[in-house]
């Protein structure tokens, strides 16, 4: 499991936004937002680069921490 750091989540609906965004990229598979944490983990079964991942959070709204 590959784990990011997130900025910029307050609730329950900044939570599925992120879900949502990184589950829709092809390659990402159990994907786990934590609020509390401010983390997502992921099964990165293609080798998605960290770029992809973090474009994909940005776009939603948010941002990765390194
Ligand atoms: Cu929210």
């Given at each position: 499991m590959e784990k990011i750091r997130i900025q910029g989540m307050t609730c329950q609906h900044c939570v599925m936004a992120v879900t949502k965004a990184l589950g829709?990229?092809?390659?990402?598979?159990k994907v786990k937002v934590d609020l509390a944490k401010g983390e997502a983990t992921f099964a990165n079964t293609q080798n998605v680069s960290r770029a992809a991942v973090r474009q994909a959070v940005e776009e939603a709204g948010y941002t990765v921490a390194d």
């Amino acid at each position: 499991m590959e784990k990011i750091r997130i900025q910029g989540m307050t609730c329950q609906h900044c939570v599925m936004a992120v879900t949502k965004a990184l589950g829709k990229i092809p390659g990402l598979e159990k994907v786990k937002v934590d609020l509390a944490k401010g983390e997502a983990t992921f099964a990165n079964t293609q080798n998605v680069s960290r770029a992809a991942v973090r474009q994909a959070v940005e776009e939603a709204g948010y941002t990765v921490a390194d």
